[in-house]
């Protein structure tokens, strides 16, 4: 069995019954993997044995997971990845808070790339990638004149969460933001272009991408926010990142400074909590206060909420595909996705 069966209740049941801690880690590498099925398969087997969780992608040129690993099985983990030709000395992002509950099932998927981003790869050299800067290095340049800070992350992404100086286009996707940036940066391609992301993997495409566009000095932090946050703690730097970096597992958000930048989609008081609505037929994502998750019972709209006692009726109405969108005014705006 390549797959899981288990229901999420019994998924989530299984999960608070276990008795050891998890570890919750992540990593990325572009390589040439020749059968990504095959792959994926010898993924599964073995990390279904070790009782690992997560989301994995595998494609032609790489691979993209996040995961929590049984503490007790770690280093069994870590010496397997060694083991594989494709996964050897892969440079590991360890989460900055922790509590082993990130994720509840194990996903290996077979993708066309380990980020959707739209591109035609032939397009560009995706290996003519920018300097990979230390944190230590990345911290000292954010903030100095002549240099520009670019957050390479959806709009629901850093609005909880930036560095102070950051340029936070407001995309919905990978796609949208690159001709975003490219855009916004035409009349800066004499300046230090600094680019970030949450561990790196979308700023490998992004500098490529931009320097294919005729920006000479473009610059990446290695690693990602994950790993700048968890630098900055080892070195008792004060972090120029503010807010949660936001996480694409169950836990949605690690804090990593106590600001909270963002405000509830609702009645706009401060809050930095994303939620899934409630109704099944929408779980768009917003952020919501606990006073309007109680108001709402967890949901986006009243339609959404009228939905919970009658979902019958609610059939038809369109509530896939919404995403919430910044207007001019910084206000939240509820749009279809594009």
């Not at 990345?138 to 560095?163: A, P, T």
């Amino acid at each position: 069995m390549l797959h899981n069966r288990l229901g999420k209740k019994e998924l989530e049941e299984r999960l608070q019954a276990e008795t050891f801690t998890r570890t919750t880690l992540s990593f990325y590498r572009y390589v040439n993997i020749a059968d990504p099925s095959e792959f994926r398969d010898s993924l599964y087997r073995t990390l279904n044995i070790m009782g690992c969780l997560g989301r994995i992608y595998v494609a032609k040129e790489g691979i993209n997971a996040q995961m929590s690993v049984p503490s007790p099985n770690l280093d069994a983990f870590l010496s397997w990845l060694d083991s594989v030709t494709e996964l050897a000395n892969m440079p590991i992002k360890w989460a900055v808070e922790d509590d082993g509950k990130s994720f509840i099932k194990l996903i290996v998927k077979v993708r066309h790339k380990i980020v959707a981003d739209g591109l035609n790869d032939d397009a560009f050299d995706t290996t003519n990638v920018g300097n990979h800067l230390t944190a230590l290095e990345f911290h000292n340049l954010v903030g100095q004149e002549g240099v520009v800070v670019v957050d390479m992350r959806n709009n629901y992404e850093s609005e909880v969460g930036k560095f102070e100086t950051a340029i936070t286009p407001d995309a919905v996707t990978f796609r949208e933001e690159l001709q975003q940036v490219t855009d916004i940066l035409q009349e800066q391609k004499d300046k230090k272009i600094l680019l970030y992301c949450t561990g790196g993997v979308r700023c490998e495409k992004a500098s490529a991408y931009l320097k294919h566009h005729g920006f000479e000095d473009v610059n990446q932090l290695h690693g990602g926010i994950i790993e700048y946050a968890r630098q900055v703690k080892l070195q008792n730097l004060e972090s120029k990142f503010i807010g949660k970096n936001f996480v694409f597992d169950n836990r949605m958000g690690e804090r990593i400074t106590e600001d909270v930048i963002a405000s509830c989609h609702q009645c706009g008081k401060p809050c930095d909590t994303h939620v899934n609505c409630a109704n099944d037929q929408c779980h768009m994502l917003f952020i919501q206060c606990e006073e309007c998750a109680a108001k709402n019972r967890s949901c986006c709209s009243p339609e959404c909420t009228d939905a919970l006692d009658n979902p019958a009726a609610a059939k038809g109405v369109p509530f896939k595909g919404k995403t919430w969108r910044r207007s001019s005014g910084q206000k939240i705006v509820m749009a279809p996705q594009q």
